[in-house]
C-alpha cells in the first residue's frame, strides 16, 4: 500500500497546538508486568517476532446494547510521543528486579512506536461486543508494552461518552445537558476526562473550568447555596446601585425589587413576611455582579414560600432598568412539581408585568440527576430546560467501568487463540477485519469480522453471517451498503488521517446513533445489535479451538 492509500500524502496532520498531550500518559503509566514481560521477550530473542493486537470489549454497558468509542486521538498522541526518558530509564533500573541485563536498558531507551501500525475504528462511532475498536501491528515487544496505557486512554473515555449518550437519548434533543461533577469525579484527570467525553457525547458544557481551556468546551454554571447563605439581611448589602443600561443613570436596584415584592406577594399568594430577606439581598447582590447574566438558585429555603417570590422581584427589578435575568436554578425537592410551579410563576409574572421573555426564562434542575431520573420526571412531565448533572455521570454509577481487553491474535503470521471455560472469553484469532452491513433504509443491521485474506463483503451480494459460536445460528445477509470500519491511523511513525475536533466526534456520536434501530437503543430490554463472522473465519476459529484444546481423559 502506498502513502496515499494509507491517507498518509499529506504527512502528519497533527498540529502542535493540538499534540498538546495530558503529562500523565507517558510510557510509565502502565503496569509493571509489561516491562518485565519486555525484558523476557528481549531475553528471549522475540526482539524481531511481530505480532497483532486486538482491543475490544465483550460486554456494554449500562445494560445497553450499544458503545461509543472514544478515546483514540489520545492513543495517537501517545503512539507519537512514546519514548522512555533517561529519567524512566534510571528508574526503572532501580526499579526492575536485579540481574537485567545492561542491553536492554539500552533497548528500551531506543524504542519508539515508529513500527507499529494502528487501524480503528472513527472516534464518536457506536461500536459492539467483540468487534475490536482498535486493531494493533507491530514488533511484539513494544505493542505489548503498549497495552496498558491504550486500555486506560479508551475504557473511561469510551465508558464515559456512552453514559452521556444515554442521558441525552432520555433527555431529549431539546433540553440543554450540563455536566457539574469535577468535584465527585474520581480524581483531577478522571474530572477533566469525564468533562471531555461528556461533551463528545452530546453534552452541551461542563461547570470544569480547565476542561473548557484544555478542549474548547463551553463552559456554563449558575452559584451555589452559599452565596445565597453569606447573607443575612438586606442591611449587609453594601452597594444597590446599578447603572440603567440605557441612560447610564445609577439606579437602586434593592428599591426596584423590594416595590416588585409587594406587588409578586399578591400575584403570587405568598407573604413578604415568609421569604427570607438574606435570599432577597444575596439576590439583589448578585444581579449586580452579572445584571446581564442574572441566574439565580431558589431553593435554599422555600421555593414556593421564598425563592420564586424574591427572584421574581430582583428579575423584575433589573427590567426596570433594561436588563433580562435569565433563570433559576432548583437543587432539592420534587423537581417535576417545582419546576411547573416555577414555569407558573414566570407565566403569571409576565401576564401582570407584560414581561413576555419572562415565559421563556431557564429552568436548570440538579440534585443527583440520573438516567432514571429524568426517565421518571419525563413521564411526570416537567418544565426543565436544562439538567446540570454530577456524581452520576462522571462517576458512572451504573456501571463504573467498561470491559476493554488487549488480546494478542497472531504472532510471526500464525494464528492465537486464547481458549476459556466461558465461552464469551475465547478470543477471535488472527488478524482480521470488520464491516458494518446497512439495510436499504440506512439501518445499520450487523457487523461481520472476517479474516484479511477474505474479499470485502459487496452490496447486493448474499453473505452468508454466523453466530460465533453457536453453530445453528446464521443468516443471511444481501447489503444495501456496506462500511469497512477501519482506517489506518498510524503507521511508519506518522498520524495517517486528518484528525476531526472534538466538536466533529460529538457530531459523528449524534450521525452513528441515528443508523441504529430504536430497538437497540430502547432503556429497557433493548434488542441485542448482530455481531458476525464469515463462513471462513468460523471454520478457522473452530480448527484452532480443537487444536488447542487438550483432550481429557476420564477415569
Ligand atoms: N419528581 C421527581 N421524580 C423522581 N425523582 C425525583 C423527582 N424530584 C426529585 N427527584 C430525585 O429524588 C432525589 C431526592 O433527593 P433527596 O431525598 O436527597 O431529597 P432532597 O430534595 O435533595 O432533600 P434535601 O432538601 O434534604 O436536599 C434526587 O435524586 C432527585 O434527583
Ligand atoms: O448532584 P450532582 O448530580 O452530583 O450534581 C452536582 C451537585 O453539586 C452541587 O451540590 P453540592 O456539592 O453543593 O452538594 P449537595 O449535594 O449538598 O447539594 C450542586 O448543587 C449539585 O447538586
Ligand atoms: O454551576 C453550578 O450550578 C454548579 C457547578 C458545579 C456543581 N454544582 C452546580
Ligand atoms: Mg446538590
Not at 339 to 366: G, H, M, Q, Y
Not at 406 to 433: A, F
Request: charged share 20%; hydrophobic share 40%; glycine share 8%.
Amino acid at each position: 500500500m502506498n502513502d496515499r492509500e494509507l491517507g498518509c500524502a499529506g504527512g502528519q496532520f497533527m498540529d502542535r497546538g493540538r499534540m498538546n498531550q495530558n503529562g500523565v500518559v507517558q510510557p510509565l503509566l502502565t503496569d509493571l508486568y509489561q516491562i518485565t514481560m519486555a525484558y523476557a521477550y528481549w531475553k528471549s530473542d522475540k526482539t524481531d517476532d511481530t505480532a497483532v493486537f486486538d482491543l475490544f470489549f465483550r460486554n456494554n454497558p449500562f445494560h445497553g446494547e450499544f458503545t461509543i468509542f472514544a478515546g483514540l486521538e489520545e492513543c495517537l498522541k501517545f503512539l507519537d510521543s512514546f519514548h522512555y526518558s533517561q529519567s524512566d530509564i534510571e528508574y526503572l533500573k532501580q526499579t526492575l528486579p536485579e540481574g537485567i541485563e545492561h542491553e536492554f536498558f539500552e533497548y528500551l531507551g531506543n524504542l519508539t512506536a515508529r513500527d507499529v501500525t494502528l487501524y480503528a475504528i472513527d472516534e464518536g462511532t457506536v461500536a459492539f461486543p467483540r468487534v475490536p475498536i482498535i486493531k494493533i501491528e507491530g514488533p511484539l515487544i513494544i505493542v505489548q508494552l503498549l497495552e496498558t496505557t491504550l486500555l486506560t486512554l479508551v475504557n473511561y473515555a469510551s465508558l464515559m461518552a456512552t453514559n452521556a449518550a444515554r442521558y441525552r437519548m432520555v433527555a431529549g434533543k431539546h433540553v440543554k445537558l450540563l455536566e457539574f461533577g469535577l468535584r465527585r469525579a474520581q480524581g483531577p484527570d478522571g474530572g477533566l476526562s469525564a468533562s471531555k467525553y461528556s461533551y463528545t457525547g452530546g453534552f452541551d458544557g461542563t461547570s470544569n473550568v480547565l476542561a473548557g481551556k484544555l478542549f474548547n468546551i463551553p463552559v456554563k454554571g449558575t452559584h451555589a447555596h452559599a452565596y445565597i447563605t453569606s447573607f443575612s439581611s438586606i442591611g449587609e448589602l453594601k452597594t444597590r446601585l446599578i447603572k440603567h443600561k440605557q441612560t447610564g443613570i445609577m439606579e437602586d436596584l434593592l428599591e426596584h425589587a423590594i416595590k416588585h415584592r409587594g406587588l409578586l406577594s399578591h400575584l403570587l399568594d405568598v407573604s413578604t413576611e415568609e421569604s427570607s430577606e438574606g435570599e432577597l439581598a444575596a439576590m439583589v447582590s448578585y444581579a449586580i455582579a452579572f445584571p446581564d447574566g442574572f441566574m439565580a438558585l431558589v431553593d435554599t429555603y422555600d421555593v414556593k414560600r421564598s425563592g420564586l417570590l424574591n427572584f421574581s422581584a430582583v428579575a423584575l427589578a433589573l427590567n426596570d432598568l433594561g436588563y433580562h435575568a435569565l433563570g433559576i436554578r432548583i437543587d432539592s425537592g420534587d423537581l417535576a412539581y417545582l419546576s411547573c410551579l416555577a414555569r407558573e410563576t414566570f407565566e403569571k409574572v409576565a401576564e401582570r408585568f407584560k414581561v413576555p421573555w419572562f415565559n421563556k426564562l431557564t429552568i436548570v434542575a440538579s440534585n443527583d440527576i440520573n438516567e432514571d431520573t429524568i426517565l421518571s420526571l419525563n413521564e411526570q412531565g416537567h418544565k426543565i430546560d436544562c439538567f446540570g448533572i454530577g456524581t452520576h455521570l462522571v462517576t458512572c454509577q451504573r456501571q463504573p467501568a467498561l470491559g476493554c481487553v488487549y488480546k494478542l491474535v497472531e504472532i510471526n503470521g500464525q494464528p492465537r487463540i486464547k481458549l476459556s471455560q466461558d465461552v464469551e472469553k475465547v478470543t477471535m484469532p488472527g488478524n482480521k477485519n470488520a464491516y458494518r452491513l446497512y439495510s436499504a433504509d440506512g439501518h445499520a443491521l450487523i457487523d461481520l469480522l472476517q479474516k484479511v485474506s477474505e474479499p470485502p463483503p459487496a452490496v447486493g451480494q448474499k453473505v452468508l453471517c454466523r453466530h460465533p459460536f453457536q453453530e445453528s445460528k446464521r443468516a443471511y445477509v444481501i447489503p444495501s451498503h456496506v462500511e469497512s470500519l477501519y482506517k489506518v491511523y498510524w503507521k511508519a511513525g506518522k498520524i495517517c488521517q486528518q484528525l476531526p475536533t472534538l466538536e466533529q466526534v460529538r457530531e459523528k456520536v449524534q450521525i452513528s446513533l441515528k443508523t441504529l434501530r430504536n430497538d437497540h437503543k430502547r432503556t429497557l430490554n433493548p434488542t441485542p445489535y448482530k455481531v458476525a463472522v464469515s463462513d471462513n473465519l468460523y471454520n478457522f476459529i473452530h480448527d484452532l479451538w480443537l487444536q488447542n484444546a487438550p483432550i481429557g481423559e476420564l477415569s
